[in-house]
T-cell receptor, first 113, second 115 residues
Framework: DTGVSQDPRHKITKRGQNVTFRCDPISEHNRLYWYRQTLGQGPEFLTYFQNEAQLEKSRLLSDRFSAERPKGSFSTLEIQRTEQGDSAMYLC???????????FGPGTRLTVL | AQSVTQLDSQVPVFEEAPVELRCNYSSSVSVYLFWYVQYPNQGLQLLLKYLSGSTLVESINGFEAEFNKSQTSFHLRKPSVHISDTAEYFCAVTLLSGGSYIPTFGRGTSLIVHP
């Protein structure tokens, strides 16, 4: 399968714990995006990378959220001190430079108890 | 800040009837426009896009959308829907802002096709 993959697909955690999600892009894609999607809403942009550079991070929801893409390939999204309001689907999407369209992964569903 | 408005949260329609899913955006600068579709239990996938050129764009499965700059709209249409078109449809706009591409999605329209 050469699509975008995300791991884990589901994560249940207790409030206050840290969680980390991984996204593996389509191999030739330079851009990588993270979104949050809650029930009844469209994807909400969080941050994006072009290769290893994080070009936009002002939309991260709070300083508890951080993302990395150290070698310009896979990326991780970390949420520290999770809160119940963080429960949502977290989506990763990737795209080739200059093409604008995005290819989405299946998402990681986070439930914070 | 840009915004995307999908006016209908749900559109029920009978099979073989025409359908229009509405999308309006707020931006005074050039944007790229997209429709994504999410079938039940699947991830989002691109349906069609407008980057430049002809204002009417088409998908391989019979959908089309027309970019109307004066009305800042990008409505999605299909002349005859099938049961298999039942899905969630998202309109999206990408704005170039300060050298960064910021995508904004609408809240989605659920198309429900009845036999």
């Amino acid at each position: 399968d050469t699509g975008v993959s995300q791991d884990p697909r589901h994560k249940i955690t207790k409030r206050g714990q840290n969680v980390t999600f991984r996204c593996d892009p389509i191999s030739e894609h330079n851009r990588l995006y993270w979104y949050r999607q809650t029930l009844g809403q469209g994807p909400e942009f969080l941050t994006y990378f072009q290769n290893e550079a994080q070009l936009e991070k002002s939309r991260l929801l709070s300083d508890r959220f951080s993302a990395e893409r150290p070698k310009g390939s896979f990326s991780t999204l970390e949420i520290q001190r999770t809160e119940q309001g963080d429960s949502a689907m977290y989506l990763c999407a990737t795209g080739a430079l200059g093409y604008n369209e995005q290819f989405f992964g299946p998402g990681t569903r986070l439930t914070v108890l | 800040a840009q915004s995307v408005t999908q006016l209908d949260s749900q559109v029920p329609v009978f099979e073989e009837a025409p359908v229009e899913l509405r999308c309006n955006y707020s931006s005074s600068v050039s944007v790229y426009l997209f429709w994504y579709v999410q079938y039940p239990n699947q991830g989002l996938q691109l349906l069609l896009k407008y980057l430049s050129g002809s204002t009417l764009v088409e998908s391989i499965n019979g959908f089309e959308a027309e970019f109307n700059k004066s009305q800042t709209s990008f409505h999605l249409r299909k002349p005859s829907v099938h049961i298999s078109d039942t899905a969630e449809y998202f309109c999206a706009v990408t704005l170039l802002s300060g050298g960064s591409y910021i995508p904004t999605f609408g809240r989605g329209t659920s198309l429900i096709v009845h036999p």
